[in-house]
């Protein structure tokens, strides 16, 4: 299901990007067309997000897989205007938020306690391998037929995942009891930002990330031919990351590894202040992007600092937060963009994102976060589930 509904992410985004750009000649909207309906996950953070966890996976995934189809294909009606198309995106961004958190929180729901992190990478390294194949046939399909046309693969894709999560997905009920409002999304929300550990954790999944994403927006803009071979080797680097971490980095060398991945993410992209041909620029997003793998270290401990009966919503406040900044990054390189060159808008986002890096580093230390680990057993008044046992997620640096 997943796999389907990121090969229709993928080959329509490049898609509608290539329509927009072709049409504006813009990069900030051919830059918002790819990435911009992250900002409406701020929406589905702040008021539809209590939803994740209360209701049923299977429905709720093969419902708006279904969804998602039917506004790729109204996005490909000839003649639709720009201002349409995009008000589709704001629709498409807000319900996406809802289905990060009940994904996440099932997958964080069917893996061992201790096995979040292996269950995530091995989510993600299919999702890379698929972001890889998906560019790739995107930029095919938008030479070799039209990018119309090549919305409606994407709509038939999402289809594919609607209908592989109705009939593939075993039937579970909703991990949380009540029924989903805004007023209990607030609730939710300010107990899992009540806790300083847990805001550090969660600014650091955001804000690097986003800024990046705001590189990876400017694909369209920097090299219109080749945007696709920049978005697979990006995928194919974030892909690398993943198994590293999750197959092969041992628990012990977590922490220390954490910070340098943080900065790998945003360091390389430096090298588009020299305008860097298009076999150097596509070697450079695929070494900054297996800095992504940090992400998986800090969402493991994320879940180590929550209590399980709000995963879900974590995991989708992790997940929608995390895309909005994509979306505010998205914006934000398209506007330096406009102003000044792709190239030049790159490198002012890889140097903010290496300031947040640095800033944040304090409080992502193993001793502060092993704090936070001890008090999150008891910040809930309202849980009523046992506390889970502490796993080995922020250990202490190896001896020398």
């Not at 095919?140 to 919305?151: D, G, I, K, N, Y």
């Not at 390389?268 to 992504?292: C, D, E, K, N, R």
């Amino acid at each position: 299901m997943s796999l389907a509904q990121v090969a229709g992410q993928t080959v329509s985004g490049l898609a509608l990007g290539t329509l927009i750009f072709a049409a504006t000649g813009s990069p900030l909207l051919s830059a918002l067309s790819m990435f911009g309906p992250s900002l409406a996950q701020v929406v589905g953070a702040t008021a539809l997000m209590s939803a994740a966890d209360r209701l049923a996976p299977r429905a709720a995934l093969s419902g708006l897989a279904l969804m998602f189809a039917l506004a790729t294909a109204a996005q490909a009606v000839p003649g639709l205007p720009v201002a349409a198309a995009f008000g589709i995106l704001v629709v498409i961004g807000t319900l996406a938020s809802v289905g990060g958190g009940v994904r996440y929180g099932l997958l964080n729901e069917i893996v061992p306690k201790d096995g979040y992190l292996l269950g995530r990478s091995v989510l993600n390294m299919s999702t890379g391998l698929m972001q890889i194949s998906g560019y790739g046939l995107g930029g095919l399909l938008v030479t070799a037929l039209t990018p119309r046309a090549t919305l409606l693969v994407g709509a038939g894709l999402y289809l594919a995942a609607a209908l592989t999560a109705r009939l593939g997905l075993s039937r579970r009920p909703p991990r949380a009891a009540g029924r989903a409002s805004i007023r209990q999304t607030w609730r939710n929300n300010a107990v899992l930002w009540s806790s300083v550990q847990r805001r550090y954790v969660f600014l650091a999944l955001w804000v690097p990330n986003g800024l990046i994403v705001g590189c990876e927006s400017l694909f369209v803009a920097y090299s219109p031919r080749h945007a696709g071979v920049l978005f697979a080797f990006a995928a194919f680097g974030m892909l690398l990351g993943d198994i590293t971490a999750g197959r092969f980095l041992p628990a012990r060398w977590r922490a220390v590894l954490g910070p340098p991945l943080r900065l790998l993410l945003a360091a390389p992209y430096l090298a588009f202040a020299v305008h860097p041909s298009l076999p150097l620029a596509a070697a450079t997003v695929m070494i900054a992007s297996v800095g992504f793998a940090a992400s998986l270290l800090l969402q493991e401990s994320l879940m180590a600092l929550t209590p399980d009966e709000l995963s879900g919503q974590a995991l989708g406040l992790h997940s929608s937060g995390m895309l909005t900044m994509q979306g505010v990054g998205a914006a934000t390189a398209g506007v330096i963009a406009q102003w000044s060159s792709p190239a030049a808008a790159m490198t002012v986002m890889a140097v903010l994102s290496v300031v947040v890096t640095l800033f944040l580093a304090p409080g992502l230390r193993p001793a502060r976060l092993a704090s936070g680990l001890r008090g999150s057993l008891t910040d809930t008044s309202s849980s009523t589930a046992a506390p889970r046992a502490q796993p080995h997620l922020v250990p202490a640096p190896p001896a020398p």
